[in-house]
C-alpha cells in the first residue's frame, strides 16, 4: 500500500517537472532579426526598410518606411506599437490598413503551430521588433 502511495508520489513530480520546458522560453532555431525580416518583411518594405520592396509597386497601400519609424512617432521609438502590428497586423492594431500582413500566426506555424504568441511567435516579434529599432534614422 505504502509503496504505491510512493509511486503516485514520484508520478506527480514527474509530471510536474516534465511540463516545464514546454512553457520555458527555449526556441533553438530562430533565426535572427536581420534574417527574419529579409525573409518575410523587404518583399514589400525594401531590403533597407525604406518602403521600396519589389511588391511595393502592386500594393494599393505603400509599405511604411519603416527606418523612419521613430522620427513619425516624435522621436522614441514605439516598441510596443511596433510589435502589435507585427504581431496583429496594422489593421487589428487600429493603425493603418489590413494591407500589412498578420505575421503572429505566420511565425506560430514556422515554429511548430500553436497560438500566436506562442514561444517560437513571441520571439520572433521581438527580434524583428529589435532590428527594425536599430534601423532607425535619427531626425535630422
Ligand atoms: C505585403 C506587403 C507587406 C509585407 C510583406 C510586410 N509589410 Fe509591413 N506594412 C505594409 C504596408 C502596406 C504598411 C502600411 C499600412 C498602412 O499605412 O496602412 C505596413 C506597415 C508596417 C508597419 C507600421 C509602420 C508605422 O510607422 O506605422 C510596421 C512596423 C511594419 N509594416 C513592419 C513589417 C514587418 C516587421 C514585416 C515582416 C515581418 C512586414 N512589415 C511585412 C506592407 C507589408
Known sequence: MRQIELLGIVGIV????????????????????????????????????????PMAEILKVPPADLTQIGARAGGAFPAARVAEIIRYGGDIAGHGTAAMPVWGMVFSGEGGGGKVGGAYSRRAVIELKDYLETMQKKAP
Not at 520555458?24 to 520592396?53: E, I, K, R, W, Y
Request: aromatic share 2%; proline share 5%; hydrophobic share 25%.
Open 14 to 53: 514527474m509530471l510536474a517537472t516534465s511540463a516545464t520546458p514546454t512553457n520555458a522560453q527555449h526556441v533553438t532555431n530562430m533565426p535572427s532579426g536581420q534574417q527574419l525580416f529579409q525573409d518575410h518583411c523587404a518583399t514589400c518594405h525594401g531590403t533597407d526598410g525604406t518602403g521600396h520592396g
